[in-house]
């Protein structure tokens, strides 16, 4: 493996799980690029004041935030995130509201949420998908732990676009047709809007929701 392609790599790998004082330096760019993307996945859980929030994947924490002002000092925000190094940023981070009990954070995966059955209202998972081996487990997970009128909102790259990255075209991603999530998210048991945010990556928010969304609003 050249160098080039060596570095590639590397940043693959931290972009599925930053670690380390790289992946601080990662997390943050992340915020940047994504901010907008993930406040329209906080916008589109519906949440409301008082309700139960939750991001998995969290990375930098800008989603961690944001459900925190959504649902308000009488809300509970979960955070769930697979590395150490950003449970311990967003532990320092948010430590006064850590303290409340208003926010939750937790070593976990997509595939093993710990989270109670019934007990979310509103979930983003943003960038997180292209890291994931079993869709199914994922899926099912999610579909878990909502509550009945609850919302997951998850968002992914148009593959088509991603897969011009080189980067992205590293083993450590693994990209699948939209169908392909919209079907698997069905299969779960779950109804599916499908949105596109207006930049020039095509980003889709898949609105997931155990009742049909129109229902839901």
Known sequence: MGLRDALRAGLARQLSRPEGLRGRIVARGLNRANGVAIAAAVEATGLRPGQVGADVGFGGGIGLALLLDRV?????????????????????????????????LTKGTLGDLPLPDGAVDGLITLNTLYFVDDLTAA???????LSGDGRAVIGVGDPDWMAKDAVVSTPVFRLRPLAELVAGL????LD??????????GFRLLIASRKPIEAAE
Do not use: K, P, W
């Not at 069905?186 to 048991?189: P, R, T, V």
């Open 72 to 104: 308000g000092a009488g809300g509970t925000v979960h955070g769930v995130e697979l590395s150490d190094t950003m449970l311990a940023a967003a532990r320092r981070n948010q430590r006064r509201v850590l303290a409340t009990g208003r926010l939750r």
């Open 139 to 145: 899926f099912r997970e999610i579909a878990r732990v």
């Open 186 to 189: 069905g299969a779960a048991g």
């Open 192 to 201: 599916v809007q499908e949105r596109e945010l207006d930049d020039a990556r």
